[in-house]
T-cell receptor, first 110, second 115 residues
Framework: SQQGEEDPQALSIQEGENATMNCSYK?????LQWYRQNSGRGLVHLIL?????REKHSGRLRVTLDTSKKSSSLLITASRAADTASYFC??????????FGKGTTLSVSS | DADVTQTPRNRITKTGKRIMLECSQT?????MYWYRQDPGLGLRLIYY???????NKGEISDGYSVSRQAQAKFSLSLESAIPNQTALYFC??????????????FGPGTRLLVL
C-alpha cells in the first residue's frame, strides 16, 4: 500500500498566488522528497528533506517536515502558469525503494 | 541525449501477447526501477533492482517479470498481456547515497494499450 497521501487531490489558483500541498505518511522515514510531473511525462525531482530537518528552501519552493505528525508540506510561492503540474511526495525508508503518493494536481491560471 | 531512455514510447498490443519494455541509462547508477501509473492511483512500484544481481518485487509484480541485463539496462516483460495492464510505465534510476538518501531520475514513459 502507498505510504504517502497528498492533500488536496486538486488545487486551482491564480498566477501570483501561493500554492500549498500536504503529504502525510505512516511509518518512520529517512527522508521525504517532492517530485513534479508535467502531463504524461516523467517525474522530476524537486527537493529532498531529511528526517532531522524541519524546513528547506529551493528557489520558490519551501518544504517543511514534521516527523511527530508524520507530515510534510510543499509551498510554491508566487505561482506561475508554468507551475501547472502534478506534485508527488515520496518517502524513503531504509533498505526499500521510494514509495510515492497519489499526487496533487495543481492548475495555475493566468 | 536523455540520461534515461525507454523504448518503445507507445505500444498497442492484444490480450495474451508477450511484450517487453526496455530501459537504458547512461547515468552510471546501480539502482533501477519500474513503475506503472494509472489515473488517480499515482505511481506503483512493479520491480526494482539495487544492482545487477539483485532483483526485488514491488507492490504489484504479478503478471510482470524483469531482466537486468547490465548495469545500464533493465527490461520489463508482460508475459501474457491483459487489458488491465493498460497504463503508463516509467523506468527510473537512482544515485543512492548512504547518508543523504536517493534521488530518482525518470525516463519519459511508455504508454501501453492492451486490447
Amino acid at each position: 500500500s502507498q505510504q504517502g497521501e497528498e492533500d488536496p487531490q486538486a488545487l486551482s489558483i491564480q498566477e501570483g498566488e501561493n500554492a500549498t500541498m500536504n503529504c502525510s505518511y505512516k511509518t518512520s522515514i529517512n527522508n521525504l522528497q517532492w517530485y513534479r510531473q508535467n502531463s504524461g511525462r516523467g517525474l522530476v525531482h524537486l527537493i529532498l528533506i531529511r528526517s532531522n530537518e524541519r524546513e528547506k528552501h529551493s528557489g520558490r519552493l519551501r518544504v517543511t517536515l514534521d516527523t511527530s505528525k508524520k507530515s510534510s508540506s510543499l509551498l510554491i510561492t508566487a505561482s506561475r502558469a508554468a507551475d501547472t503540474a502534478s506534485y508527488f511526495c515520496a518517502t524513503d525508508q531504509a533498505g526499500t525503494a521510494l514509495i510515492f503518493g497519489k499526487g496533487t494536481t495543481l492548475s495555475v491560471s493566468s | 541525449d536523455a540520461d534515461v531512455t525507454q523504448t518503445p514510447r507507445n505500444r498497442i498490443t492484444k490480450t495474451g501477447k508477450r511484450i517487453m519494455l526496455e530501459c537504458s541509462q547512461t547515468k552510471g547508477h546501480d539502482r533501477m526501477y519500474w513503475y506503472r501509473q494509472d489515473p488517480g492511483l499515482g505511481l506503483r512500484l512493479i520491480y526494482y533492482s539495487f544492482d545487477v544481481k539483485d532483483i526485488n518485487k514491488g507492490e504489484i509484480s504479478d503478471g510482470y517479470s524483469v531482466s537486468r541485463q547490465a548495469q545500464a539496462k533493465f527490461s520489463l516483460s508482460l508475459e501474457s498481456a491483459i487489458p488491465n495492464q493498460t497504463a503508463l510505465y516509467f523506468c527510473a534510476t537512482s544515485d543512492f547515497a548512504a547518508t543523504g538518501g536517493e534521488t530518482q531520475y525518470f525516463g519519459p514513459g511508455t504508454r501501453l494499450l492492451v486490447l
